[in-house]
């Protein structure tokens, strides 16, 4: 069964880090390429970041481009893929999801065919 399981969101002050973990099992997700995406209440799904197959390529938002960072682990048959968030502010309060596609670096949700729960980031000023 294909799964995308993300971990790691919660409560933080502003100027603070956070790091989400994504769980990707069932498939060759190691062929992959992965994304996050953000989405803050009446707001549209936002991209925040994406990773290639292999890991040698990473593409940002400009809005967390020095802050963010992706990161993958391509095992057998789970590939974790890692969000380490710092320098935190109140914008990035959002529902975080992590997504599964086939087009290196996209930036466009409809682009990705599998995606996870989510798991929400809250930033305090």
């Known amino acids: 069964q294909m799964q995308l399981v993300e971990s790691g969101g919660g409560l933080v002050q502003a100027g603070g880090s956070l790091k989400l973990s994504c769980a990707a099992s069932g498939r060759s997700f190691n062929r992959y390429s992965m994304g996050w995406f953000r989405q803050a209440p009446g707001k549209a799904r936002e991209f925040v970041a994406a990773?290639?197959?292999?890991?040698?390529?990473?593409?940002?938002a400009d809005s967390v481009k020095g802050r963010f960072t992706i990161s993958r682990n391509n095992a057998d048959n789970t590939v974790t893929v890692t969000l380490q968030m710092n320098t935190l502010k109140p914008e990035d309060t959002a529902v975080y999801s992590c997504?599964?596609?086939?087009?290196?670096?996209?930036?466009?949700?409809?682009?990705?065919?599998?995606w996870g729960q989510g798991t929400q980031v809250t930033v305090s000023s």
């Open positions: 997504a599964a596609g086939v087009i290196v670096g996209s930036s466009r949700p409809s682009t990705y065919n599998y």
């Open positions: 990773i290639s197959s292999s890991g040698g390529s990473t593409y940002y």
